[in-house]
């Protein structure tokens, strides 16, 4: 069982940037992978950014590549997206969720968050 609480939202100008953080705890966190997802209101959740569960590989929506960067530090149970230059259209409730499997699909995640809101304001 992997519980999964995201931090680091707020309200942010185009341009800015904010870092979100995913705290676990359980003690299989290591064992899996991680992935952020948003949603905005009236709009489906849709695949932010994920990692594996050793750092190794990491996974980008074409939407945010360039300017979000997901990193884990295992020894913390915490997993960072970094976000750089944001835009309004940016503006939602992110999520963290833990899958055993590297996938961009959420229905492939088993865990998850309640989620902390980003807005961007123009």
């Known amino acids: 069982q992997v519980q999964l609480a995201e931090s680091g939202g707020g309200l942010v100008q185009a341009g800015g940037s904010l870092r979100l953080s995913c705290a676990a705890s359980?003690?299989?966190?290591?064992?899996?992978?991680i992935g952020w997802f948003r949603q905005a209101p009236g709009k489906e959740r849709e695949f932010v950014a994920a990692i594996r569960w050793s750092g190794g590989m990491t996974v980008y929506a074409e939407s945010v590549r360039g300017r979000f960067t997901i990193s884990r530090d295992n020894a913390k149970n915490t997993v960072y997206l970094q976000m750089n230059s944001l835009k309004p259209n940016d503006t939602a409730l992110y999520y963290c969720?833990?899958?055993?499997?590297?996938?961009?699909?959420?229905?492939?995640?088993?865990?998850w968050g309640q989620g902390t809101q980003v807005t961007v304001s123009s």
């Open positions: 359980g003690r299989t966190f290591t064992s899996y992978n």
């Open positions: 969720a833990a899958a055993l499997s590297l996938r961009t699909a959420y229905s492939a995640y088993d865990y």
